[in-house]
Structure formats: structure tokens, C-alpha cells
């Protein structure tokens, strides 16, 4: 199906299911973690338009796009990435919603240490937060500072840290005042090692077979709800730099210089700026596109492209760390 086909479909249309997709093969493998450590606990997964585990279910939504790769693309299309397009990526984010899973499922957040460690789960979610890059009083496995969020968050984060396997989380966080935090979750999970959970609803929120609305309106609303349409604030910069201009469309495309430069433009970012090189991609994805969507081209020599494109992507950088960019998506 073309991408135009595809947007008009409906979500509740498409023949999509997790068993015998490559979801169901790593799904199977967090599971297997589970069962390593002597949990008694296999959370219900089902097809939904984003990663998600509601309140007071033992359950976990998985975003369509992932059961089969013809969406994938189109995903990437959309949106510019995929999340959790790759098994590792994908293993992550399984391994943080079967942290939110768990404490559903075993009413974890009651405990008092768990209240002690990670503070009270009552706590307004933000829209927005500001991470601290450099704080080591959380743990660092889902990109974005993401424990830092919230308090459920940043058990999800800790739970994921210890359940990974064979991670050498005691020597990782020897010296950090996080690892207090995976401690609290190796005993928490001690205690209900072998234990049945008390909570073992099958419950589905939003499952793919109940959304009607077609793939173009999902996309429309995702473009707003995480500001992923690709935004016209660059333009005015872009055009001090490159040009559309007549006397430049022999020259190359900016879009095709910055590719080329890609590697080591991200890396003078990162030196300037301390920021991780994945957070400088999600910009750099963005303003690529921008320039080839505006078809822009070089009117300076590459040389001088590539520092005063370099002072523009770390601004631009640095604006989408401190600006209300981190939006609470899982």
C-alpha cells in the first residue's frame, strides 16, 4: 500500500496482531528475565497507538507500528523516528512498562519503602519537566533523563536497570546516590520473588480494534501532541545560513552537506555542549528534513558551513533541552 492508502485507513482496520509479529519474540525474552529472577508475574500485552501501562493494570500497550515493518516505515515518515524500531530499543521500553506493570500488579506503591525511596506516586505528572543531565541520584536507561520525571518513572527506570541482564548495575552506580534506588528494587522484588499477584485483571485500554479514527488523524494529533510537526521556528536561521536563491541551485543541497558532515558536526555539538549525542540527533533529524523540505542550498564554502552551522545546531540544541521539549510520553 502506498503511504496515501495507508493514512486513510482506519486503525481499527488494520490486520495486525502481536503473535507471529517480531513483537511476540521479544516480548518472550523479557518474560524470560522475569522467570530468571522468580517472578511470578506475566503481564498482558496488547496493539494500541503508543507505548503505555494504565493505572491499577497489569497490562502494557504496545504502539501498532511495531507489529509490522510497512508501518514502521511509515512511522519514520511521519514522525522522523521510530520508537522502539530496534530490538535493543524495543527491549528497553518493554523492560519500563513491565516496571509500571509490576507495581500494578503487586500494589507496590502501598509499600512504605518504595514511598521512602521513590516518594509518593500522587504527584502530579508533569506535561514538561527539565532534566538534570548531570545528577546522579537517578538512573540512566530510557533516553531523556526519563527517570527524572516523576516518581513512577523513576521506579520503571530503576526496576529496568535491575531486570536487565547480566548489566553490572552495582559497579555502573557504585558511587551514584541512585543505586540506593535499584537496591530498593532488588528488595522489593525479593519479597514478592514466587508470590502470586493480587492483581490479575486482563483489562485493555484503548486495544487497536476500538480505534476508528484513521491512521492521517492519529498522526495529525501526534504531530501536536509531542511537537514532532517539523517546526518553522528554524526556518529564519536556516535561511541566514543556506539559500533557495537562484544564483545558489547549482550548489549542494544543504540537506545533503549536513548528512555528509553529520558525524562531525554531532561531535562538536557534544563537546560544546555536554549533551548526549541521541539528544542532539532528534534535532538534527529535524532541521535535515526542514532544509530539504525548503530546498535550501550551500552559499557559503564548507568550511564556514560547517562552524557556523555547528554554532546553529548547538543554539537549537540547547533550546530544545531548556524549552519545554521533554514531553511525558510513556
Known amino acids: 500500500m502506498s503511504d496515501e492508502e495507508l493514512l486513510a485507513a482506519r486503525m481499527c482496520d488494520l490486520p495486525l496482531q502481536i503473535e507471529g509479529s517480531i ?9 524470560a528475565e522475569l522467570r530468571a529472577r522468580n517472578i511470578s508475574f506475566t503481564p498482558h ?17 504496545i504502539p501498532f507500528y511495531l507489529a509490522h515493518p510497512r508501518l514502521e516505515r511509515l512511522e519514520k515518515s511521519q514522525l522522523l523516528e521510530v520508537e522502539g524500531g530496534d530490538e535493543a530499543w524495543c527491549l528497553k521500553i518493554v523492560r519500563h512498562e513491565v516496571g509500571h506493570a509490576i507495581e500494578n500488579a503487586y500494589r507496590l506503591r502501598r509499600k ?14 508533569p506535561e514538561y519537566y527539565t532534566p538534570r543531565p548531570y545528577s546522579k541520584s537517578f538512573v540512566l536507561h530510557l533516553d531523556l533523563w526519563y527517570a527524572q520525571s516523576h516518581p513512577d518513572e523513576d521506579f520503571a527506570e530503576s526496576f529496568a536497570v535491575w531486570l536487565t541482564p547480566d548489566f553490572p548495575w552495582r559497579e555502573r552506580y557504585f558511587d551514584w546516590p541512585a543505586l540506593k534506588k535499584i537496591e530498593c528494587v532488588e528488595t522489593l522484588m525479593n519479597q514478592i520473588a514466587g508470590k502470586e499477584p493480587p492483581v490479575t ?21 501526534r504531530k501536536r501532541k509531542y511537537g514532532k510537526e517539523h517546526p518553522s521556528f528554524y526556518d529564519r536561521d536556516l535561511r541566514r545560513l543556506f539559500s533557495d536563491r537562484p544564483e545558489h541551485a547549482k550548489n549542494l543541497l544543504a540537506s545533503t552537506f549536513i548528512r555528509r558532515k553529520r558525524r562531525a558536526i554531532r561531535g562538536l555539538v557534544a563537546n560544546w555542549t555536554g549533551t548526549y549525542q541521541y539528544m542532539i540527533d532528534q534535532v538534527l533529524d529535524s532541521i535535515t528534513l526542514r532544509c530539504g523540505q525548503l530546498g535550501l542550498r550551500l552559499r557559503l564554502t564548507e568550511e564556514d558551513t560547517l562552524t557556523q552551522f555547528a554554532v546553529l545546531l548547538t543554539v537549537q540544541t ?8 521533554h514531553r511525558i510520553a510513556l
Open 23 to 31: 513483537l511476540q519474540g521479544r516480548i518472550e525474552l523479557v518474560l
Open 201 to 221: 485483571n486482563t483489562k485493555q485500554v484503548d486495544p487497536l480494534s476500538s480505534l476508528t479514527k484513521t491512521l492521517a488523524e492519529h498522526y495529525e494529533e
Open 112 to 125: 512504605r519503602l518504595r514511598r521512602q525511596v521513590f516518594g509518593s506516586t500522587s504527584e502530579p505528572y
Open 318 to 325: 540547547m533550546n530544545y533541552l531548556h524549552s519545554g521539549r
Open 45 to 61: 500485552f496488547w496493539l494500541s497507538d503508543e507505548w503505555f501501562c494504565p493505572d491499577g493494570i497489569p497490562g502494557i500497550a
